[in-house]
């Protein structure tokens, strides 16, 4: 709620000083989450990052069939088992349930901390790119689509195209040196 605040109150500042009222105010917006996702350096990222995690994907799935396998034998013998083989049976049983359960959430948490901090990085890129763009173009202001509550944004104050662009050059670049 305070950050579309400010971000008029900067807004209605910018348009109504006069220094700026004389010149023309050039607004645009990117959208950084679409940069990240669209970029060849963000694709290869998630490439990247699914790789390194398929391995322990494929390790949940033998826990998760470990343990349909266990309960399915211990439907099977659940009559001829003795009241205490139960009871030994029904632990083991919740003990694998809270260890999968841990262990997914591990895992959740692992590819979370490591797309924060892939995405981090390359953002921190991108928002070197606008400020390049921004000067280069005489940009007044340009704004973060998705963080900055845009209600209305004409196509041509749109810079995605154009971030996205210079930024996979910028990585190209990088790449063949």
């Known amino acids: 709620m305070i950050r579309p605040l400010f971000f008029s109150l900067v807004l209605t500042l910018l348009i109504s000083s006069t220094g700026i009222a004389q010149t023309s105010v050039k607004l645009g917006y990117v959208d950084l989450q679409r940069v990240l996702d669209e970029s060849i350096e963000g ?3 998630k490439d990247e990052i699914s790789k390194e995690f398929e391995g322990k994907k494929k390790e949940l799935e033998k826990m998760q069939a470990d343990l349909n396998n266990l309960k399915e034998d211990y439907k099977k013998s ?3 088992l003795k009241p205490e083989a139960r009871k030994e049976k029904e632990d083991l049983i919740e003990s694998k349930e809270k260890e999968l359960k841990r262990a997914i959430s591990d895992f959740r948490e692992d590819i979370k901390k ?3 901090s892939f995405s ?3 953002i921190k890129e991108i928002v070197e790119i606008v400020k390049k763009l921004g000067e280069k ?3 007044t202001l340009i704004l973060e689509k998705n963080f900055s ?5 004409a196509q041509n104050a ?3 195209n154009a971030v996205l662009q210079e930024y996979n050059q910028s990585k190209q670049q990088t790449t063949k040196r």
């Not at 509550?149 to 944004?153: E, L």
């Open 158 to 160: 749109d810079l995605t």
């Open 137 to 139: 173009q005489g940009y």
């Open 120 to 122: 981090d990085q390359i």
């Open 78 to 80: 659940y009559n001829l």
């Open 43 to 45: 694709k290869r990222v």
């Open 149 to 153: 509550s845009i209600i209305y944004g």
């Open 114 to 116: 490591k797309e924060q």
